[in-house]
């Protein structure tokens, strides 16, 4: 079981399985694709093993997203040669995706899914129940993939996207509307039956050519580059976005359908960029997809909108240069404020977050709740891995260090205490707001006799590139 689901639903599954007097064993497991490893499924083949699970009579069920589906779908085809397991998806994109077909597999390597299997479980138990629970960026996270299907297998999949895009995510596709309820059954109905259409007759992939395939060409690699920060669906994305500008320059799909694409990515607040897609990244993903496809790219693009072709022939220079385009496209939606704007080249500035804007006078400890700073990032740039609180006891510290590519914000809550920012030292105080630039690595201490508490706001995508100048992108700030 997925480890947040654990955390949401673990009571009432333990309540029920109680009530019911089985005779059970829950293994929870992180979901990340981190963790998503030979470990993993090593550690619930031990479970399986300590509780004697009975091979034909007792079958596995795995709940959760995408990662452990798979991770529990490799263990039962490798336990015992094979033991029957159950799923239960409980991610929008494990419900049209990885619920869906028969694959199931591990990263390895550094490589995605490289180690895995073909095994069919025995029954798939579709509810949209639990997306009520899932965070807005994994229902766009699916709905990635759900676009996927309807950019080369269903035009009318893309009009219903296209109609409804905010409701879908407003309601998670969980129907709290009857509009809402309607669409999101036809939506995840016509999901799941294009993808059993594609896969039905090729479930083993003899035939290298598949549709649902788009999106998946470069995605692996980048994925798998820029972890933590990009989900699947999203790494599907920036794919899809940069095939589709391959797609137009070659004429299967013109500037309209392709400006209609783009519309609705960022309204799903998918990415449609990210800085990595740079010519090293995509040469070696496209060398890789040509050997996972038996020598030949056989790369699905979008003929218009709900049809596709399959091409062998992309070089190099036509695939950086659609990397080109896709950047200058994406370049009004990261028009925001660069650093070095407002602190001078490379150095870091100290300054009261209540001084930023036209705030007037503030004084210290005052009231200032009415009054907001708004950080504005087009959702198709800028993806948010997460906010949390942190604490540090007085007399402690700690080292933060920001990803290679993106930055991170600290917002000073309460107590005082010390940033060292290599060989410079800069006071911490309520009000304050720590910028942590591409790479750099910040010593916080607390000098005070209160908690230091923050809280880290962990951008992933393009932030870096909006706000922090190339040349320092391995320096730090304070704001």
Known sequence: MDANIHALYGR????????????????????????????????????????????RNEPIIGIGGGIILDVVGLASSLYRRSTPYIRVPTSLLGLVDAGVGIKTGVNFNGHKNRLGSYFAPSVALLDRGFLATLGDRYVSNGLAEILKISLVLDAHLFDLLEEHAETLLAERLTGRTAVGDAVGREVIRRAVDGMLRELQPNLWERNLERRVDYGHSFSPTLEMRALPALLHGEAVSVDMALTTIVAERRGLISAPDRARVFNLMKRLRLPVWHPLCGTDL??????????????????????????????????????????????????????????SDV?????????????????????????AAHRDH??????????????????????????????????????????????????????????????????????????GADDLNWLLLEFHGLLNSTIWPDEASAGGGVA
Not at 21 to 47: F, I, R
Not at 294 to 319: K, N, W, Y
Not at 347 to 367: K, M, Q, W
Request: net charge negative; hydrophobic share 40%; aromatic share 4%.
């Open 374 to 447: 708004v950080i504005a990032c087009d959702a198709s740039s800028v993806v948010w891995e997460s906010i949390r609180w942190s604490s540090l006891p007085p007399g402690a510290a700690c080292v933060e260090k920001a990803p290679g590519f993106a930055p991170k914000l600290y917002f000073i809550l309460a107590g005082e205490g010390e940033l060292l920012l290599g060989e410079e030292s800069h006071p911490l105080r309520p009000g304050h707001l720590v910028v942590a630039g591409p790479s750099a690595v910040h010593h916080v201490r607390n000098h």
């Open 12 to 55: 009432d599954i333990h309540r029920y399985l109680d009530s019911n007097d089985c005779d059970y064993e829950l293994c929870v497991l992180p979901a990340s694709e981190e963790a998503k490893n030979m470990q993993s499924v090593l550690t619930l083949v031990q479970g399986l093993d300590s509780f004697g699970i009975s091979r």
């Open 282 to 339: 995509l040469a070696h993903a496209l060398r890789e997809t040509t050997r996972h496809r038996d020598g030949l790219q056989r790369i699905p693009l979008p003929v218009g909108i709900g049809d596709a072709r399959f091409v062998s022939d992309l070089t190099h220079e036509e695939v950086t240069r659609a990397a080109e385009v896709l950047r200058d496209l994406d370049l009004p939606t990261r028009a925001a404020p660069r650093l």
């Open 343 to 367: 602190g001078g080249h490379g150095h870091p500035i100290v300054t009261d977050v209540y001084d930023i804007g036209e705030l007037g006078d503030v004084p210290d400890g005052a009231e």
